[in-house]
Each structure stands twice: as C-alpha cells, then as structure tokens.
C-alpha cells in the first residue's frame, strides 16, 4: 500500500468508529480479534445495502424467492459439503514466538515487498512457485519457499519454523446438555447450505420451476488464522448468496449471465466501472466448473467482493448420497427427472459495506463555501445513506423548533431522519456531510411567513427553497429505491 491510500485507508478506519459506523468488538477488553460490531449509522448502512440486494434479487426476480435457514445444522452437512475435509488453510508455526501464520500470507508479504523493492522479476517467480504449491497442495513446497525466501517470523526475528499443516477453518461447538452425551456441530462457514437442503421444501412450497433461485442473507463464521485489514476478513460475518438451480447442461449460459447482472448491480450505485474487475480463477474448487471473482480496488489493492461459482451438481449429490433423500427434479418440459445444476453468487456483506465507505468517502478542501476550509462527506447513494435528511431549526427559537418538529413528524413516518438544533448551521451541515446525509432541511425566519423551508444537497452544497408541502414528495422521490432498481 503507498503511503497515500495507506493514509486514506486509515482515516476511513478511524471515520467508521468516530461516527458510529463500525467500533471494535468488546473493545473495553481490548478488542476480540477479527469480530466488529456495527454502530447506530453503521446498522443502518448495512441494513440498507441488504435491502438493496434483496430487492434486486427476489422483488425484482419473479422466479427467486428468500429463505432465513438456521446456523446450527445437522453436522453431517458439512461432510457432504466437503467442508469438514477440505475447508483448510495451509498454516505454519514459529517455534520461538509460538506465533501462527498463514503460509500462503507469509509468502504474499515477501512477493509485496520484492514488488516494493522494484525486484519484480523475483516477485513474479515466487508468485508462480507459491501458486504451483498451492495447486498441487504441496505443503512441503510451502515450507521449501519460506525458507528459501529467508522469510523470519515478524516477532521474534528467527526464522525457527514448523512444518506447514492444513488447519480446518470452521468454528465447533457442543451440542445437548451433557458433555459425554453431546453431539459436535459447527457454525456454518457459508451460508449456502442451508439453501441446498431447503431445495425440495421451498421448490414444492413456492410452486417453483427450473430455472429458480433461492437467495438468503446471514452470519457465516470462520476461524481465520491472520485477521487482515478491518472488515475484509473477519470471524464472524454476514453473507449474502444466492443458489440458481438450472437444467443441466445450460450452465454456461447462466454462468454469463449471472456474472453481467451482479457487476451491474454494483455499478447501479454510481461507483466509477474503473473500480471493478473481474478475476477468473485459475484453480477451481472441486465443486466448481467456473468461478470468477468481482474484484474493487480498495486502498490496498484489487480485492474480491463476490464470486461467482457453476457448481455443477456437487452440492444436491453430496446431500442425496449422504441423507438418503432423493434431490431431483421432475422437469415437465423435457420429461425427464435430475439432480439441478447450480449457480451461485455470493457477496460478504461487510466488505460490499467496506467497499460502500471508502468509495464514498471524501476529503474536500472547500476554500471559501459555506466559510468552513475542508470537510469529510460520504457520498453515499441516497438509497443506501444510513440516514436521508436531517431536520434542522436555524435558531432553538422564535418558535422555529416546533416548525422543524411539525415536519420532521410528517416525514419520519417515511425515512429514516435526524432533527437538530444545536451548533451553528455550519457544523451542523458538515456533521450531516460525515455520515452522508443526502438532504438537509432547514427551518429559518420566513418558513413561519410562508410555509417554504431550504432543502441543502450534500453533495453539491447547493440551497433551494421549497413549499413544506411539498417536502412528502421531494424526499420519497430523491430517496425512492425505485430510481435504483429500474438501472439493474
Ligand atoms: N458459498 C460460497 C462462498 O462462501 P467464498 O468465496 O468463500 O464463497 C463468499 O465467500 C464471499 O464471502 C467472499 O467473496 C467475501 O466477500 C465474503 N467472505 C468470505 N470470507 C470472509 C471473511 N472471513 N470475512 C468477511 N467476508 C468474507
């Protein structure tokens, strides 16, 4: 990371906890590593991008409905799924220190710093190398280019290493009331099963036909041994997924399409398409005939958001050899019963809400307007602004409190709103700026004569005055998710 976007990644972190976006978890123990919660702007951001996938998935798409399946399930899921086996990361310990790391981790900070160095050609070699050995799940491989690489523990400075064994990333607790008689079940690390197993119940219940989606939203949880860059990699997170079942044989055909409409998605919001790549995988999960990441270049490089996966009929075959239950479908038009194929789209919540901030937020050197020198705006699409207008009384009086109140009572029945009075106007606008407000109403002097009030636009720091009656209808149509959606 350059110095600048090092800095500016930094300013966003310490934005997300002054304005009560996002505060380190139990921070008055310290802080818990990798788990985050989300303050009183930060709930509402997240709640707002969740409302923004979930119309766009199943108000928007006749054929794909939403299910909320629980986080416990049976834990013979997750050895169907393959989860239980092959949901590893290749780790290594220093013997001094005792600390552990991600193998794969070590070697992409050596290839950053040749990188950092200009010893690009190094870097690129070690790339291939750690690429070759983790394509072959070549552990020994791993451990060979650490030492080679004279990689040393950041800790204790020695380079005393472990061999490099494979160590299962889901989090297990104990099930029942007895420990002897207690069953182990684990947190889900994806929230995708719980949609393979509801596959039946919910294509009967909802009277579904190929080709349909199920989508749903919630909690994953992984024990991610290296706890990176804020919110990116977390241990406890929320996905969003949807699972697209389709006649086998078609899912190419879905697969592009599927990866068009959620790049789409993404740029609905105004987010500059220079931002955004897509990244195809070279080495395929052994569900997965394709797979491509989207990727958004946040301060510390281009980074996956979402993947796109065509996972084949893996998933219903592994559940319908490991239950016993049969998973196919009878397809009418073809007469013909099968196990569906799958596409799946899977964004993190969290960083889809990273992304959101840091690509809305802005330091403005301003010079002469509205007599302050700078200011801190999130420009936030009005949709997703965790709050849409603020109401504020120039003055706390001449009865300008109870104008402001009669509005902000109308309007909240609506939005999501803050009312104001303390502070001068100025610092009141540059609070609303910080956490992106779009809109600010002010009440003055002449909205008690004629019943106008000014609407003030984040953005463009421009004033115009409006009749209060009409302020119902501004606001639902600058606000209206119906702008949003009709762009996807
Ligand atoms: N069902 C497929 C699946 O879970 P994944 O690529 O492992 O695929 C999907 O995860 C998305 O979940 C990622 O693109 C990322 O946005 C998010 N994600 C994964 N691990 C995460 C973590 N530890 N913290 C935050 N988000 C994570």
Same mark, same amino acid.
């Given at each position: ?12 972190i ?11 978890s ?40 939403g ?7 049976h ?20 013997? !001094?220190?005792? @600390?552990?790391?991600?193998? #794969? *981790? $070590?070697?992409?900070? /050596?290839?950053?710093?040749? +990188? ?9 070699k070690?790339?291939? !190398?750690?690429e @070759?050995?983790?394509?072959? #799940? *070549? $552990?020994?491989?791993? /451990?060979?280019?650490?030492? +080679? ?20 990333l ?30 039946l ?85 052994h ?18 958001v ?29 007469n013909?019963n099968?196990v ?13 809400f ?6 809305a937020?802005e ?99 421009e ?10 209808k ?15």
């Amino acid at each position: 990371m350059n110095k600048n976007n090092d800095e500016l990644f930094k300013n966003v972190i310490s934005h997300a906890k002054e304005y009560g976006f996002v505060f380190p978890s139990s921070e008055i123990y310290d802080g818990l590593s990798a788990v985050y919660d989300y303050g009183e702007f930060g709930a509402e951001l997240k709640n707002n991008i969740k409302t923004y996938w979930w119309k766009s998935m199943v108000q928007m798409h006749e054929n794909i409905v939403g299910i909320d399946s629980a986080i416990f399930m049976h834990p013979k899921i997750w050895k169907a799924s393959g989860h239980v086996d092959g949901f590893n990361d290749p780790m290594i310990d220093n013997k !001094d220190s005792k @600390k552990r790391y991600r193998a #794969d *981790n $070590l070697l992409e900070d /050596r290839i950053a710093k040749y +990188e950092k160095d200009g010893k690009t050609a190094k870097a690129e070699k070690l790339q291939g !190398d750690m690429e @070759k050995a983790l394509k072959e #799940d *070549n $552990l020994n491989a791993l /451990r060979d280019l650490i030492v +080679e690489h004279e990689i040393a523990c950041p800790i204790s400075g020695t380079r005393n290493w472990t061999d490099v064994r494979q160590f299962n990333l889901m989090f297990s607790t104990q099930f029942g009331a007895t420990s002897d008689g207690a069953e182990e079940v684990y947190l889900r690390p994806e929230t995708a099963q719980g949609i393979f197993v509801n596959f039946l119940n919910v294509q009967k219940t909802a009277r579904m036909k190929i080709p349909f989606g199920i989508a749903q939203i919630g909690k994953a949880f992984r024990n991610e041994v290296i706890a990176r860059q804020f919110i990116m990699r977390m241990r406890e997170f929320e996905q969003m997924e949807m699972q697209f079942f389709i006649r086998p044989g078609t899912e190419m055909e879905w697969y592009a399409k599927w990866k068009e409409e959620r790049l789409k998605w993404h740029l609905a919001v105004g987010t500059n398409p220079s931002k955004y790549r897509y990244h195809d995988h070279t080495k395929l999960a052994h569900y997965a005939n394709a797979a491509v990441d989207i990727e958004f270049e946040f301060p510390f490089g281009f980074k996956e958001v979402e993947g796109i996966h065509s996972r084949t009929d893996f998933d219903l075959s592994q559940h319908q050899e490991y239950s016993g239950k049969k998973m196919q479908y009878f397809d009418p038009e073809i007469n013909q019963n099968y196990v569906p194929y799958v596409i799946e789209t899977s964004i993190g919540l969290d960083r889809m809400f990273l992304l959101t901030l840091i690509n809305a937020y802005e330091e403005q050197d301003l010079s002469d307007a509205e007599k302050t020198d700078s200011r801190v705006v999130l420009r936030l699409h009005p949709c997703l602004a965790p709050v849409k207008a603020a109401v504020l009384p120039l003055t706390k009086k001449d009865g300008l409190p109870e104008k402001a109140r009669e509005i902000m009572d109308k309007l909240k029945l609506d939005h999501n709103l803050i009312y104001e009075e303390k502070d001068s106007i100025g610092k009141r606008y540059r609070r609303q700026d910080a956490i992106g407000t779009p809109f600010c109403i002010t009440v003055d002097h002449q909205s008690l004569e004629d019943n106008t009030v000014t609407i003030r636009h984040r953005d463009s720091m421009e004033q115009e005055r409006v009749a209060a009656d009409q302020l119902e209808k501004i606001i639902g149509d600058l606000v209206s998710w119906k702008n949003l959606l009709q762009k996807i």
